[in-house]
T-cell receptor
Framework: NAGVTQTPKFRVLKTGQSMTLLCAQDMNHEYMYWYRQDPGMGLRLIHYSVGEGTTAKGEVPDGYNVSRLKKQNFLLGLESAAPSQTSVYFC???????????FGSGTRLTVV | AQSVTQPDIHITVSEGASLELRCNYSYGATPYLFWYVQSPGQGLQLLLKYFSGDTLVQGIKGFEAEFKRSQSSFNLRKPSVHWSDAAEYFCAVGAGNTGKLIFGQGTTLQVKP
């Protein structure tokens, strides 16, 4: 089915380890986003991209890096994982600012 | 700065009863407003949106919302709730040309049989 695919779905990391979360969309959307969801805090924007080769910081970018080398992919990296990064991570994409997001199914990350 | 407030963290309604979920936003210009629903363990699904025109908008699953500029509100309504509507609901506001959205804290809906 067309949409947004996130890999992996679950991951446990040790403090200090690194990892990359992959988001892939097949809808030719220009805009892509990474959010984290924590209980009682809604979704908070980490980084976003308004087109291939562009990235920008969101509300909570510290400890994360991103890349958008291809239009369909948006990668989120954790260089040195910390327990505070335990969260559910959602990727989303959209065609325009008024179109509405299509979300992936999320990645549940636990840092121990 | 933009912000979104969903005053109710949890709401419980009986099946067949009407529903209204509240959303208040803070933004200087006309915002883009969205409601999303999240079932347990799932991603978020778009219910409806407003960015211009008729202030009463219809969405999927029988939901509607009304934009009231004077009250800075975008409340979500449904005339008769079904057990399958139990989920978490998020209001979001956006502006500008980056597509960034600010989400509220969410309201968890429980439906009693």
């Amino acid at each position: 089915n067309a949409g947004v695919t996130q890999t992996p779905k679950f991951r446990v990391l040790k403090t200090g380890q690194s990892m990359t979360l992959l988001c892939a969309q097949d809808m030719n959307h220009e805009y892509m986003y990474w959010y984290r969801q924590d209980p009682g805090m809604g979704l908070r924007l980490i980084h976003y991209s308004v087109g291939e080769g562009t990235t920008a910081k969101g509300e909570v970018p510290d400890g994360y890096n991103v890349s958008r080398l291809k239009k369909q992919n948006f990668l989120l990296g954790l260089e040195s994982a910390a327990p505070s990064q335990t969260s559910v991570y959602f990727c989303a994409s959209t065609r325009t600012e008024t179109y509405g997001y299509t979300f992936g199914s999320g990645t549940r990350l636990t840092v121990v | 700065a933009q912000s979104v407030t969903q005053p109710d963290i949890h709401i419980t309604v009986s099946e067949g009863a009407s529903l209204e979920l509240r959303c208040n936003y803070s933004y200087g210009a006309t915002p883009y407003l969205f409601w999303y629903v999240q079932s347990p363990g799932q991603g978020l699904q778009l219910l409806l949106k407003y960015f211009s025109g008729d202030t009463l908008v219809q969405g999927i699953k029988g939901f509607e919302a009304e934009f009231k500029r004077s009250q800075s509100s975008f409340n979500l309504r449904k005339p008769s709730v079904h057990w399958s509507d139990a989920a978490e609901y998020f209001c979001a506001v956006g502006a500008g040309n980056t597509g960034k959205l600010i989400f509220g804290q969410g309201t968890t809906l429980q439906v009693k049989p």
